[in-house]
């Protein structure tokens, strides 16, 4: 196999040449002798057929269940094959950034529609065209509504431990105090919030349906903490949208969450995206990218990058962001996903999650899986007890083939998708019957 160098030694020289060197040795005189790097220990490159067959043989290694009822934040849809006949088009599967992208009209027109959908989806004014994932999207939203004289900001114990953990890195950089406010019963208490909101709270994050699956009581926490001045972060997830009130409907000041369920797979973590909208009194705060829509000079309809703070560009200390780019072809493939699905499919989906996490519920629950939460209502997930060590119930499920639950606080936290069918589940449930019975 030979190297893939786009130029041939003769063109190569003859830039030398250009700017008087004779060795591409000298383009590094300026790096010390005894801290350059001669060789690397890598193996002799290998043919495409041997690649593929390495490859191959990497892969098989990977263990893919056929039924899951995990979720955590990350959760397994089913994909309509439409989204990936688009999304693989080359005109959009390309790692070029846009950043002349008035000249990209394609590019933008996508954004926009996305941004459209999402502003559609959670019931608010103004999007942008997406962060890197969901924890992202909870952290830059804090930042979003820190003022002068209101800087703390509480975050619910009820959220993704992983979102809880970015917000904390963040909110460290720039001195922001974070209070994270205990639950009572895998929710969170409005009174509790109550006795901790103060006048310098800027913001509160509380995510619904939260980690636990459960449904806050968003009415009353949304009205404690604007009662006091501050702002309501929202994490929504944005299958759950298509059935419960949107975040406009609780009169959020922004809405953030995890594009993932939306036409992307579980693909080992990524990538996702975050999706990010809010009213449009706080939209000159969003960060990142902003799509509008125009006329050109002959009257005809285009789309510019617009709205963005020009501190992030040229008075970067005073920045509430530094986040400049988005999750373009993520950003399409959710697009795509909710144009295929329509406003009735995606409700067909959402209903379908909800009707079987609450069949598996109540199967659980008869073979003494008393469900954590009591009577609080949840969406597609639910924490439960576990009669026996949730390890060894869930190494007996993979021997089936089924990816249980993930074991959290001595109990497991179950989801359920439209892809999880009345025989997976009553599946599972035989499963765990025999686990029990050993």
Same mark, same amino acid.
């Given at each position: 196999?030979?190297?893939?160098?786009?130029?041939?030694?003769?063109?190569?020289?003859?830039?030398?040449?250009?700017?008087?060197?004779?060795?591409?040795?000298?383009?590094?005189?300026?790096?010390?002798?005894?801290?350059?790097?001669?060789?690397?220990?890598?193996?002799?490159?290998? *043919?495409?057929?041997?690649?593929?067959?390495?490859?191959?043989?990497?892969?098989?290694?990977?263990?893919?269940?056929?039924?899951?009822?995990?979720?955590?934040?990350?959760?397994?849809?089913?994909?309509?094959?439409?989204?990936?006949?688009? !999304?693989?088009?080359?005109?959009?599967? !390309?790692?070029?950034?846009?950043?002349?992208?008035?000249?990209?009209?394609?590019?933008?027109?996508?954004?926009?529609?996305?941004?459209?959908?999402?502003?559609?989806?959670?019931?608010?004014?103004?999007?942008?065209?997406?962060?890197?994932?969901?924890?992202?999207?909870?952290?830059?939203?804090?930042?979003?509504?820190?003022?002068?004289?209101?800087?703390?900001?509480?975050?619910?114990?009820?959220?993704?431990?992983?979102?809880? !953990?970015? +917000?904390?890195?963040?909110?460290?950089?720039?001195?922001?105090?974070? !209070?994270?406010?205990?639950?009572?019963?895998?929710?969170?208490?409005?009174?509790?919030?109550?006795?901790?909101?103060?006048?310098?709270?800027?913001?509160?994050?509380?995510?619904?349906?939260?980690?636990?699956?459960?449904?806050?009581?968003?009415?009353?926490?949304?009205?404690?903490?604007?009662?006091?001045?501050?702002?309501?972060?929202?994490?929504?997830?944005?299958?759950?949208?298509?059935?419960?009130?949107?975040?406009?409907?609780?009169?959020?000041? +922004?809405?953030?969450?995890?594009?993932?369920?939306?036409?992307?797979?579980?693909?080992?973590?990524?990538?996702?995206?975050?999706?990010?909208?809010?009213?449009?009194?706080?939209?000159?705060?969003?960060?990142?990218? +902003?799509?509008?829509?125009?006329?050109?000079?002959?009257?005809?309809?285009?789309?510019?990058?617009?709205?963005?703070?020009?501190?992030?560009?040229?008075?970067?200390?005073?920045? *509430?962001?530094?986040?400049?780019?988005?999750?373009?072809?993520?950003?399409?493939?959710?697009?795509?996903?909710?144009?295929?699905?329509?406003?009735?499919?995606?409700?067909?989906?959402?209903?379908?999650?909800?009707?079987?996490?609450?069949?598996?519920?109540?199967?659980?629950?008869?073979?003494?899986?008393?469900?954590?939460?009591?009577?609080?209502?949840?969406?597609?997930?639910?924490?439960?007890?576990?009669?026996?060590?949730?390890?060894?119930?869930?190494?007996?499920?993979?021997?089936?083939?089924?990816?249980?639950?993930?074991?959290?606080?001595?109990?497991?936290?179950?989801?359920?998708?439209?892809?999880?069918?009345?025989?997976?589940?009553?599946?599972?449930?035989?499963?765990?019957?025999?686990?029990?019975?050993?």
């Amino acid at each position: 196999m030979g190297s893939y160098i786009p130029a041939t030694g003769e063109e190569r020289q003859a830039m030398l040449q250009a700017i008087g060197l004779t060795s591409t040795d000298h383009l590094f005189d300026v790096v010390p002798e005894n801290v350059r790097v001669k060789s690397l220990d890598l193996p002799q490159g290998l *043919s495409e057929l041997e690649v593929s067959q390495k490859m191959a043989g990497m892969a098989s290694k990977n263990r893919v269940f056929q039924s899951i009822f995990r979720g955590a934040g990350a959760y397994c849809h089913y994909i309509p094959s439409i989204v990936k006949t688009v !999304t693989s088009k080359e005109e959009f599967l !390309t790692a070029y950034t846009p950043y002349q992208a008035e000249i990209s009209q394609g590019v933008l027109q996508s954004i926009f529609e996305y941004q459209t959908q999402i502003c559609e989806l959670t019931g608010m004014d103004v999007s942008n065209a997406s962060v890197y994932d969901g924890a992202v999207a909870a952290a830059e939203a804090i930042f979003m509504c820190q003022e002068r004289k209101r800087s703390g900001v509480i975050v619910s114990g009820a959220v993704d431990p992983q979102t809880l !953990t970015v +917000i904390q890195t963040y909110c460290e950089s720039r001195d922001v105090p974070v !209070t994270v406010l205990p639950v009572n019963g895998y929710a969170t208490d409005p009174a509790a919030l109550k006795a901790v909101l103060a006048k310098d709270t800027a913001a509160v994050y509380v995510q619904s349906p939260n980690y636990y699956g459960v449904l806050e009581d968003m009415d009353a926490l949304v009205a404690a903490t604007h009662e006091v001045g501050a702002k309501v972060i929202m994490g929504a997830n944005p299958i759950s949208l298509g059935l419960l009130k949107t975040p406009g409907e609780y009169d959020v000041d +922004i809405a953030v969450g995890e594009g993932q369920p939306l036409g992307m797979p579980l693909s080992f973590g990524g990538p996702y995206l975050g999706f990010m909208a809010c009213k449009q009194a706080m939209m000159r705060k969003l960060p990142g990218r +902003i799509v509008g829509e125009t006329t050109d000079a002959e009257g005809r309809r285009c789309f510019v990058l617009t709205l963005q703070a020009r501190e992030q560009h040229i008075r970067r200390e005073k920045a *509430s962001s530094n986040i400049c780019s988005n999750e373009a072809l993520c950003a399409m493939t959710a697009s795509v996903y909710l144009a295929a699905m329509g406003p009735r499919g995606l409700r067909q989906v959402a209903e379908s999650c909800a009707a079987h996490a609450h069949y598996l519920a109540g199967e659980l629950a008869k073979l003494g899986f008393a469900l954590r939460s009591g009577e609080k209502p949840f969406f597609h997930e639910f924490l439960t007890d576990c009669p026996v060590e949730p390890e060894k119930l869930c190494a007996a499920l993979e021997a089936q083939g089924i990816l249980g639950g993930l074991p959290v606080e001595g109990g497991i936290l179950w989801c359920c998708t439209e892809r999880n069918t009345k025989a997976d589940m009553d599946k599972l449930i035989a499963v765990i019957g025999e686990v029990l019975r050993t």
